[in-house]
């Protein structure tokens, strides 16, 4: 059974910093591509980084520059590194993971508070 388990969520001030942890199990998180969301109240989800298993990187342009996506094999987790964070990075982030022409599965969500 597959479990993606997010943590390192919290708040933040302004210009602070957090890392996002997205540990799996019942799978072998380096054939899949990870994704974080952020989700919002009242607006869509979007993507704001992916890893693929051969290591590329993609980032939202509201996270270029800011975030850095990263995976420990050896660890099964793939984390999302946040730094001089803004009130609008603010929601709940969720991994996504995609297994290639496979299932796909979602974590339980951390959450972010940026304010002061």
């Known amino acids: 059974q597959v479990r993606l388990v997010e943590s390192g969520g919290g708040l933040v001030q302004p210009g602070g910093s957090l890392r996002l942890s997205c540990a799996a199990s019942?799978?072998?998180?380096?054939?899949?591509?990870t994704n974080w969301y952020r989700q919002v109240p009242g607006k869509q989800r979007e993507s704001v980084a992916s890893?693929?298993?051969?290591?590329?990187?993609n980032y939202a342009s509201s996270a270029k520059g800011r975030f850095t996506i990263s995976r420990d094999n050896a660890k099964n987790t793939v984390y999302l590194q946040m730094i001089e964070l803004k009130p609008e990075d603010a929601g709940v982030y969720s991994c996504?993971?995609?297994?290639?022409?496979?299932?796909?599965?979602w974590g339980q969500g951390t959450q972010v508070t940026v304010s002061s």
């Open positions: 890893i693929t298993p051969d290591g590329n990187r």
């Open positions: 996504y993971v995609v297994i290639p022409f496979g299932p796909s599965y």
């Open positions: 019942g799978m072998i998180i380096s054939t899949a591509t």
